[in-house]
């Protein structure tokens, strides 16, 4: 069985951001478990585990889907927690434009894969970046002291979007990008599959790593 998820890839100048944005908060969070830089992406869709014949119908939707979009360009600002500051799991820095966009395009990445039984999600989609996981449930989180927590991370292009393997190893999680599909504003163009094409990258916690 193959670990999938679709997501879209963040550039390297913005990963750095949030590597530095990390190094700030550990002094003042010292019980999450961040996330690494190369691992941070914007998932779109969480897939589960699927067999290895059901791929090509997951490219052919994903293509399909890129095809039909335009490329936008999303602007990360601020960072906030799942499911709330009186229990926070999960810290994330925030989408702030594009994110209607993103919105969109989740959601025509959901409808196609509900088509090959994937099921929905019942929560509404939140567009954001996770970079930590609170290591056990938190009592609470106020203020963080010397941190802004509205200040513009930086920008990422929406013009790609990927199938990844999320392969669990004792070590944590590697990432493998199975297929790329550009987003082609409706030219029809479209891509595949990658053949040995491995993301780097490591994750360390198997609940809702590829998120």
Do not use: C
Not at 37 to 45: A, C, D, G, Q, S
Not at 58 to 81: D, H
Not at 97 to 108: D, F, T
Not at 123 to 137: A, E, V, W
């Amino acid at each position: 069985m193959i670990r999938a998820f679709v997501a879209v890839r963040l550039p390297e100048a913005l990963r750095r951001r949030l590597a530095e944005l990390q190094k700030n908060l550990k002094s003042v969070l010292p019980d999450v478990r961040w996330v690494p830089p190369e691992n941070i992406h914007l998932t779109l869709k969480f897939l589960g585990n699927t067999g290895p014949e059901a791929l090509p119908s997951f490219e052919e939707a994903l293509s399909a889907v890129a095809a039909s979009r335009v490329p936008f360009e999303a602007a990360v600002e601020g960072i906030g927690v799942f499911p709330e500051r009186r229990r926070p799991r999960v810290i994330w820095a925030g989408i702030t434009a594009g994110q209607e966009e993103i919105r969109s395009l989740a959601g025509a990445v959901e409808q196609e894969t509900a088509r090959l039984g994937i099921a929905r999600e019942n929560r509404r989609f939140h567009p954001h970046l996770t970079i930590g996981r609170f290591r056990k449930p938190a009592g609470g989180i106020g203020e963080i002291p010397g941190i802004d927590l509205q200040e513009p991370l930086g920008s990422f292009p929406v013009d790609v979007i990927g199938l990844f393997q999320s392969d669990l190893r004792p070590d944590g999680a590697r990432y493998r990008l199975l297929g790329r599909y550009p987003l082609a504003g409706g030219s029809g163009r479209r891509a595949g599959r990658l053949s040995n094409h491995n993301s780097s990258g490591r994750s360390r916690r198997r609940d809702d790593q590829d998120r």
